[in-house]
Nanobody, 126 residues
């Protein structure tokens, strides 16, 4: 059974930085996608960044240049480094594991992901 556990959320002022971490365990197979998603109150869940088993990455336009996704295969961890945070980055951030899409960018659509964590809250104040 796949387990996904996020950590690292918190409160920060606008312009600050946070790093979220996720441990993914209990899966088999060498090909996969891992993603970070967020959901603000009253809004749909949106893809923020993703990375696949080859290291190929994808970012939402709203975070490109500010957020960096990375993974450590030895530790089964996925990180999201968030710089220059804005109030609109506020929300609950979820880590997820999904299918590998081959020679294409890893997906940012939530329906492509099957295993989800419980989420970690990020609040950015102005």
């Amino acid at each position: 059974q796949v387990q996904v556990v996020e950590s690292g959320g918190g409160s920060v002022q606008s312009g600050g930085s946070l790093t979220l971490s996720c441990v993914v365990s209990g899966y088999s197979g060498d090909t996969y996608s891992l993603g970070w998603f967020r959901q603000a109150p009253g809004q749909a869940r949106e893809g923020v960044a993703s990375i696949d088993s080859t290291g190929r990455k994808a970012y939402a336009n709203s975070v490109r240049g500010r957020f960096t996704i990375s993974k450590d295969n030895a530790k089964n961890t996925l990180d999201l480094r968030m710089n220059s945070l804005k109030p609109e980055d506020t929300g609950t951030y979820y880590c997820a594991r999904g299918r590998y899409r081959g020679p294409y960018q890893p997906p940012l659509a939530s329906f492509e992901y099957s295993d989800w964590g419980q989420g970690t809250r990020v609040t950015v104040s102005s």
